[in-house]
């Protein structure tokens, strides 16, 4: 029954993590277009963030989900060597695992710099992708089993 809880745990950790960097996203590409003098009504900005929901953030957040895996293994390990940390142990992997996936990827296939993401791209987007992963692993760290 505990491992059930601990999947149903990362995955509303996932489900948090994917909708705030979905909506993080969308914010930060339409600000985009702000910048250059592109104004939306709050119904259309709804509707992007309602568009990206449902075509960009499946495979988002196929990505997203892996890199907590990883994110949350590694924390679970190192957690019980830096007791300290482990009561923040998940939030910091979650923020780390987003940033980490972005840069690396975008490194792989595009030489660096998080331009792979339009919303992720610059300090301000890669940064509230993090707190997406930061949010996921607040999420995973309320509602998983307390051993």
């Given at each position: 029954m505990s491992a059930l809880r601990i999947v149903a745990a990362f995955l509303l950790g996932?489900?948090?993590a994917v909708v705030a960097a979905v909506v993080f996203?969308?914010?930060q590409t339409l600000n985009?277009?702000?910048q250059m003098g592109v104004s939306f009504s709050?119904?259309?900005q709804l509707g992007v963030v309602k568009q990206n929901m449902t075509d960009f953030a499946p495979l988002y957040g196929s990505v997203i989900a892996i890199a907590l895996f990883v994110g949350f293994i590694v924390a679970a390990l190192l957690k019980r060597v830096l007791r300290p940390l482990a009561t923040v142990a998940y939030p910091i992997a979650g923020a780390t695992a987003i940033i980490a996936t972005i840069v690396i990827i975008d490194a792989a296939l595009f030489g660096g710099g998080a331009t792979m993401l339009p919303g992720a791209a610059g300090p301000?987007?890669?940064g509230l992708q993090g707190v997406a992963g930061l949010i996921g692993g607040v999420v995973f760290e309320m509602a998983r089993p307390k051993s």
């Open positions: 996932v489900i948090a996203y969308s914010h985009e277009y702000a709050l119904a259309q301000i987007g890669l």
